[in-house]
């Protein structure tokens, strides 16, 4: 365990940051979670979060006792500036510029503005947020730069040394299941399975060997796809 303290992680409610959240239980004694309220459509993420939560602390006796305060902050002011599949009833396509139309500008950049300003006043040094490269939607603010030269701004900005984790910056969905595993067994894939929101459609969908979402979304399609390499992977060894 990593004693340098205490983390806070972004924790939206899906597959990824849940496995971030994991990831932060096995390496710091004090972990707190933040998520973050900007009028998105799958709002249903909010709730499933504080299933989440609740799961682990039941089904991880260790983890438990590491896990702290939850943060939600209302960012409405990022859905009324944003006109984005993400926070309007409109159907996802590819954009001119090759983003798909969920791109929501500067999102990761604020998000983890507001986490270091509640890090700031807590006492917390880390930071972990599910932001990945190598299987990801195109996002910008997703890349292995920006989050570092975000860290950089922020540590400048207000006179600290955090750390920004992202640990899932280098795999894709499949090592990302792969992960979850490593780190909770088959009790957390369960959670993953069962309980994290991933779907953009604020519905929760039919239940599929992979999870529940509308199961044709752009973040169904790669949880999917990434379910599905990772358990015939695994079949094969
Ligand atoms: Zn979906």
């Given at each position: ?28 004694a ?42 939600l ?52 040094r ?30 400048l ?60 979304c ?20």
């Amino acid at each position: 365990m990593n004693d340098d303290g205490a983390a806070l992680v972004l924790l939206s409610g899906g597959q990824d940051s849940t496995t971030c959240l994991a990831w932060a239980l096995e390496r710091f004694a004090h972990v707190e979670t933040i998520a973050f309220d900007y009028g998105q459509r799958h709002r249903i993420e909010l709730e499933q979060r504080l299933v989440v939560r609740a799961e682990i602390r039941k089904r991880f006796a260790p983890w438990a006792e590491r896990l702290f305060d939850d943060h939600l902050v209302d960012l409405g002011v990022l859905g009324q500036l944003s006109e984005t599949a993400l926070t309007r009833n409109v159907a996802f396509h590819m954009e001119e510029d090759g983003l798909p139309n969920t791109f929501v500008p500067g999102r990761n950049l604020l998000f983890f503005t507001f986490a270091a300003a509640v890090a700031w006043r807590r006492g917390i040094r880390n930071l972990v947020g599910g932001m990945c490269e190598t299987d990801f939607s195109g996002y910008p603010d997703c890349r292995d730069d920006t989050i570092k030269a975000l860290q950089v701004a922020l540590n400048l900005g207000m006179d600290r040394r955090f750390v920004l984790h992202t640990p899932l910056m280098w795999l894709d969905k499949a090592a990302t299941w792969a992960l979850a595993r490593q780190l909770g067994g088959d009790a957390l894939v369960d959670i993953v399975r069962e309980h994290t929101h991933t779907c953009y459609e604020s519905v929760r969908g039919s239940h599929q060997a992979w999870g529940y979402g509308c199961g044709t979304c752009p973040a169904c399609a790669l949880r999917k796809r990434g379910y599905i390499a990772w358990s015939e992977g695994r079949s094969l060894s």
